[in-house]
């Protein structure tokens, strides 16, 4: 199914790695480094045009939840601009506790494809604007792109078009799909992927993982179709600036918020 998204506003979104409560930045969902207290970072990505946020908790154990829901508290009172909340999520308990800390949106992608009731159960409970289905894909020798979990640790036997179409049919509201290849080399977003998932869902994609340039925001957002685009080191690092990203795609055609 292909699907007109023509009219949407794209937007442009930092995503800040959680670890023991600091932000952190790896490639390929290792070798972490340190960026940051995520409070004060989220203050500053609201202060230079961010259009969202997204966290993930990264090492998300249970242990670690309380001091999470603190942190999420402190940042939706310290910013005013929509924000998701992924990893860890396994139970509606847990969609429940995330959203009433402050978040906009949360994002679930293991438990989801262990359990895809969940997706219905808490789209029904919540709403499906609050529900991210998340995706790690990673290309496979035969071309196809497999789902990843557990923190892209584990391969399954799911493709990631077919599973966004299933997502949404779940009830979810939107795809953030990663590009496990991509991930921290800042070669480029995954323009083959992004635009398959794209237009096999009317739901909009955030698009993550290659982040290197302007050109490559503009790529994924035309040619990859994405509705959005994620990225983290660069903002992070202070290697593109979100106000002047947005105006340069502006000046190219895109349709922004600045």
Not at 148 to 177: F, H, M, P, Q, S
Request: hydrophobic share 40%; aromatic share 6%; charged share 30%.
């Amino acid at each position: 199914m292909s699907v007109n998204k023509k009219g949407r506003i794209k937007r442009i979104i930092p995503c800040l790695d959680i670890d023991k409560g600091r932000v952190v930045k790896g490639i390929n969902f290792i070798n972490l480094t340190d960026a940051g207290d995520p409070v004060e970072t989220a203050k500053a990505y609201c202060e230079k045009g961010a259009d969202e946020l997204v966290f993930l908790d990264i090492t998300a154990s249970s242990e670690k939840r309380g001091n999470t829901l603190t942190m999420l508290k402190k940042v939706a009172e310290e910013t005013d601009i929509p924000f998701t909340v992924g990893g860890g999520i396994r139970s509606i308990a847990d969609f429940e506790s995330v959203l009433k800390a402050g978040a906009t949106k949360v994002s679930v992608n293991t438990a989801a494809v262990l359990n895809p009731d969940l997706l219905s159960k808490a789209s029904t409970m919540f709403g499906r604007e609050h529900i991210v289905a998340a995706i790690d894909a990673k290309k496979q020798e035969d071309g196809r792109y497999a789902v990843y979990i557990n923190g892209g640790r584990k391969k399954t036997n799911l493709n990631a078009v077919d599973w966004a179409k299933k997502c949404e049919e779940l009830g979810a509201g939107e795809i953030l799909l990663t590009s496990m290849d991509r991930d921290g080399k800042k070669n480029g977003f995954d323009l083959e992927l992004t635009k398959s998932v794209s237009q096999a869902v009317s739901i909009p994609v955030t698009a993550s993982g290659g982040a290197g340039s302007i050109k490559d925001f503009y790529d994924v957002l035309t040619k990859g179709y994405a509705d959005a685009a994620l990225a983290a080191s660069l903002f992070h690092f202070h290697e593109l600036d979100i106000t002047e990203l947005k105006k340069a795609l502006r000046d190219k055609g895109i349709a922004v918020n600045i």
